[in-house]
Structures are given as C-alpha cells and as structure tokens.
C-alpha cells in the first residue's frame, strides 16, 4: 500500500496556481498529515492543502477517515461514490514508498518526469467558523501490492472536469500506469518521524 508520499520539488507553473499555500518540502508523508490538493474551481486548477484520510461532512468517528479508496468499489461505496461524481482531485509528489520482501525492504518508486499526479477524492469537513479539506488516494491492484491511480495529462484534465461523462471516469480507473523507476534504499524512511532527504540514501 502507497502509504508514504513525497512532495520536495515542483515546477513553477504549479506554484502559479491560485490558492497555491505557502509548502513546505517533505520526503516523508503519511496518513494524517496534509498533502497539496489540485482541484478544478470554476473551470481552473487550484491549489490548497488538504489532510490525508478523508472526512465528509456527515462522519462522526473521526478515527475512521480512509487514505485510500480502491479503484475498483469507490463508484459503489457510500463513503466514495458522491465524491467519485462530484469532487475528484489530483495529488502531484515527487514519488512514493514501498516495502516488499520476507523483511520489509524500503524501495522508492518515482516517475520519469519530476512530478506524479494521483488521482484523489476530496471532501469539506466543516468545523465551527471554518471548513476543512480532506482527501483520499485512489489505488489499484499492482501484483500483490497496490499503488495510487496516476494519471497522464489528458487523464487529468478529464479526472478534474466536471463534465467528464461516467464512461470516461470508469475507463480512468484502469488507464495503464505511467513508466516507473524503483531503487531499493536503506531503511532510514521507516522511521515515520525523519523527514529529510536521508530518506532516499540507497541501500
């Protein structure tokens, strides 16, 4: 499971966008804390932090708030079938984290290009005087792990729009993935609190 992100550089056209929030570099991203969330407002991309594990408006047990959503079920389950329709998002990171083998060995996956974009699905949580973002990753199946849902360029222009017909959304749940390049590191990233560039020192 994609349950460690990393967002340390990004391009200048992304931190144009409006709403774009004063971001911070992070090697190490886990469930809880906030990523950076594009979304479609008004026909444009805009940029604002949103915390990871997602939060509608109408939950009660805030120890339940899901990080990911699988590809498969979102359109039918409750908790994301209305966010499937209406608010789809984009996470841009630089790459992400897995751990295989018998003892858990960290690997790094990232993309050719410098930037990723997962496909996500985002909520308003409003709290007393202000309202809340929050979002979570859609993954699909990856041998017997799973990874985020990434999309190319016209896959996220059509994840963003709103008038993106349901066939076209569904096809995008099982669009191939994007060239990806992997490394195997040492296990300085297993520790949830480093959040550095050591967390990328190869094995």
Not at 49 to 63: E, V
Not at 107 to 136: I, K, N, Q
Request: neutral net charge; hydrophobic residues 45%; proline residues 9%.
């Amino acid at each position: 499971m994609s349950g460690r992100l990393a967002l340390f550089r990004w391009s200048a056209a992304l931190a144009a966008l409006p709403g774009f929030p004063a971001l911070q570099p992070h090697w190490n991203l886990s469930p809880g804390a906030s990523l950076l969330l594009l979304r479609g407002v008004d026909d444009e991309r805009r940029a604002d932090l949103a915390r990871w594990g997602l939060t509608p408006a109408w939950l009660t047990d805030l120890s339940r708030t899901p990080a990911h959503a699988r590809a498969e079920t979102l359109a039918e389950q409750p908790m994301f079938r209305e966010a499937f329709r209406l608010r789809r998002g984009l996470v841009p990171i630089n790459g992400f984290y897995e751990w295989r083998g018998v003892r858990k060995r960290p690997y790094w996956v990232g993309g050719e290009e410098s930037l990723l974009y997962c496909a996500a699905l985002w909520e308003v949580y409003p709290a007393g005087d202000r309202e809340y973002l929050s979002l979570a990753l859609v993954t699909r199946p990856a041998a017997d792990l799973r990874r985020p849902l990434l999309l190319d360029a016209e896959g996220q222009r059509d994840w963003l729009a709103a008038d993106t017909p349901a066939s076209r959304l569904m096809a995008l749940l099982q669009a191939p993935a994007p060239p990806l390049r992997e490394r195997a590191l040492a296990g300085l990233v297993n520790d949830p609190g480093l959040d550095g560039p050591e967390c990328l020192t190869p094995a």
